[in-house]
């Protein structure tokens, strides 16, 4: 167990690899043997060793590699011990746990896939945060805010966040009910606490204009080999159907959810993972969504529309409101990218799937259960394209940036806002330039329907 506490730029430059900002790392596994690990690191089940697979930006040669068989019983959980440390660590409001994480494809056999990262204090007090076990392969950061410590329901009490003696590594494979079973190896590394988030994200990808239409689904089965459901509790029912007519094309999304009785209920849907797509900051994402009247009697802080988007590291925005879920007809839905919030840091630039959810109630552990029925059709992403006149020497250019390739847009102009002339063209690229001749003043507005 190796603690470095820096606080640049008091440092030496040798150690800027660290980064520009205060860091403590609690771990990086760089240990000469296995032997060495496990005079620091052991498991109640399956294995862990040393792997010399690494994520590209570490500076190490070692990671921690966890193996474990989840069996298909309820809350299959593997425990991941840390050393108790000579000298206790301090967690500060503000900053960050930050750790690399790969995950592991068979984490979709499970019902709650889910790794926590555990700190206990020195009177035994524990807490925790989590984050959803990537099901790629492929090196992710994972930044969990401080602030967001939860506290498990067998914690004797909020952990002293400045006596931190001990980190343990939490791996959920199965809930309740359990799915299939299965073998699952995950590596981790850089366990660190930051006062900033540390991001290496990858580029960001193209835009994903259109999100989901439903009109690409032939039936029910269809919609379900794209789309799983996710409940809770255990005992909340949703079912996922075409529903025809839609308020765009033939088909529309139906959820019928039986929620039950008790405090907070919601049932779900989440997409396939696809190909990343990004969420520019100033996109404006748009759908559809029909509620429930019947739910009214019940509306509480807890009755909440949900769509949230994913990235790789199962990191999560969401956009979230009250309205849709009792709304008795068709609602047109416009969330500038602003408007969706987030626990931890979210890579934007490469979202991979959404999530659509509808939260019945708050409640009280006397809540009788309900039903409703919602529906959600046509979910876009949208960016306002730009326009802008600048200098070219003995001219004027009419330059156009934010395009999206592939669409077509309309652009049009006046001198006198009572004639206009009209274009339409298909973008080939994000930007393009126009030579202006302009007699006089000319007005141009360039837009695109979605
Ligand atoms: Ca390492
Ligand atoms: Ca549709």
Request: charged share 15%.
């Amino acid at each position: 167990m190796k603690i470095q506490s820096l606080t640049l730029p008091a440092l030496a430059g040798a150690l800027l690899v660290f980064g520009a900002h205060g860091q403590t790392v609690i771990e990086d596994f760089e240990y000469a043997s296995n032997d060495d690990l496990y005079a620091n690191w052991t498991t109640d089940s399956g294995f862990v060793q040393l792997s010399d697979n690494v994520a590209a930006n570490s500076t190490g040669t070692n990671s921690l590699e966890i193996y474990r068989y989840f069996g298909a019983s309820p809350w299959e959980t593997q425990i991941v011990s840390g050393p108790v440390l000579d000298t206790p660590t301090a967690i500060v409001p503000g900053q960050y746990i930050s750790f690399r994480l790969a995950g592991d494809p068979q984490f979709q056999n499970g019902t709650f896939s889910q790794l926590y990262v555990y700190v206990y204090d020195s009177q035994g007090n524990f807490g925790r945060w989590g984050t959803a076990i990537p099901t790629s392969t492929s090196w992710q950061m994972v930044n969990l805010l401080a602030n967001n410590i939860e506290l498990p329901w067998n914690s004797p009490g909020a952990p002293n966040q400045s006596d931190i003696v001990q980190f343990k590594v939490v791996i959920y494979g199965q809930g309740d009910p359990a799915g299939q079973p299965f073998d699952a190896t995950i590596r981790l590394d850089d366990l660190t606490v930051r006062d900033t988030p540390l991001i290496d994200f990858p580029p960001a990808a193209p835009m994903r204009a259109l999100i989901d239409d439903f009109e690409g689904y032939t039936d029910d089965a269809a919609l379900h080999a794209f789309y799983s459901i996710l409940n809770s509790p255990a005992t909340t029912a949703t079912s996922a159907s075409l529903e025809s007519p839609a308020p765009q094309g033939n088909q529309a999304l139906k959820l019928a959810i039986d929620f039950a009785s008790g405090r907070y209920p919601w049932g779900a849907v989440m997409s396939a993972e696809v190909a990343p797509f990004s969420l520019p900051t100033n996109a404006v994402v748009q759908f559809r969504v029909k509620g429930d009247p019947s739910l009214e009697p019940v509306v509480d802080d807890g009755t909440v529309f949900y769509l949230s988007f994913y990235d790789s590291a199962g990191a999560a925005i969401h956009y979230t409101a009250t309205p849709p879920v009792v709304a008795a007809d068709w609602q047109w839905v416009q969330a500038p990218a602003g408007w969706f919030w987030q626990q931890s840091i979210v890579d934007t630039g490469n979202l991979v799937r959404w999530r659509i959810l509808v939260e019945g109630w708050n409640g009280t552990d006397e809540s009788p259960g309900r039903s409703g029925t919602f529906y959600v059709d046509d979910i876009r992403i949208t960016v306002p394209p730009r326009l802008a006149i600048t200098s070219a020497g003995d001219h004027l250019n009419l330059h156009l940036s934010d395009l999206l390739p592939g669409t077509t847009y309309t652009l049009r102009q006046t001198s006198d806002f009572n004639t206009w002339t009209t274009s339409t063209f298909t973008a080939t690229a994000d930007t393009e330039t126009r030579s202006l001749t302009p007699d006089g003043h000319v007005f141009y507005q360039l837009y695109y329907t979605p």
